[in-house]
């Protein structure tokens, strides 16, 4: 397979790079040094908004990661409110997105959507634990071929003013498709139903489509690490 040197641009990402490139053009006629620094922008943003491709490991009952960024905590907690999930012990793992990483997200395992809602809220760093619970959101949850239900929510960040998902009610989906985007720092939560143990840890770097986050299948207990 061949690798691509350069990563396609995202479509929400031409009318940013446009404006960033006019703005750099503007800056240069009043300065050099001005110019320079809306040249090194605008690169920022064709990387920001940069939408590589993804090998997605395709076995049944894997959980895949839905973001790229890294794992900042794995708590008890349940669902947002608004998706009406019951029951107890869900497993939160939550994925912090800096500036610098991918934005695109993706679909965690093969099923259906059962339920997407939108939910307007306040911008606290994505970083806080609050951000799960005050910070505007689009939470879904899905429905695999099984039955099993799984929930993952965009959250928008301190900076972050756009959450786009592309995924309807009903509708049929596969692991590592894309499904939307928050745009300048976020954080995405996935949360795993009683019995399903995380397969990363906190501090890990997971990458959006292709880190297994859990396996239904697997008997491994939740693991830890240590830095070194």
């Known amino acids: ?20 490139l006019v703005c750099a053009v503007i800056l240069g ?16 943003c064709v ?25 900042q905590a794995i708590v008890q907690a349940n669902p947002p409110q608004e998706l009406g999930m019951k029951g107890e012990d869900w497993k939160r793992v939550s994925i912090f997105l800096s500036v610098f990483d991918v934005h695109v997200n993706r679909i ?12 307007p809220g306040k911008f606290f760093n994505a970083s806080l634990d609050k951000a799960s619970e005050h910070n505007e959101r689009q939470a879904l949850t899905l429905m695999d071929k099984k039955g099993r239900e799984i929930a993952f929510v965009q959250i928008a960040g ?6 786009l998902c592309d995924v309807q009610e009903k509708q049929e989906v596969r692991s590592g498709e894309r499904f939307g985007m928050i745009r300048f720092g976020s954080r995405v939560d996935i949360y795993l139903p009683k019995g399903l143990s995380p397969l990363v840890i906190e501090g890990q770097r997971v990458i959006g489509g292709e880190t297994i986050i859990a396996d239904f299948s697997s008997q491994e207990p939740e693991r830890v690490g240590e830095i070194r």
């Open 29 to 44: 006629l009043i300065s050099d040094t001005l110019g320079w620094i809306g040249v090194i922008l605008t690169g920022w």
């Open 1 to 20: 397979m061949r690798v691509p040197v350069l990563a396609p641009l995202h479509r929400e990402g031409w009318v940013f790079v446009a404006i960033f």
């Open 108 to 119: 965690p395992c093969d099923g259906t959507i059962t339920k997407s809602v939108y939910h």
């Open 47 to 71: 990387y920001f908004f940069r939408d590589p491709e993804r090998v997605t490991p395709i076995r049944p009952d894997l959980v895949i990661s839905p973001a790229d960024g890294f794992v």
């Open 158 to 163: 301190l900076i972050a003013r756009r959450i």
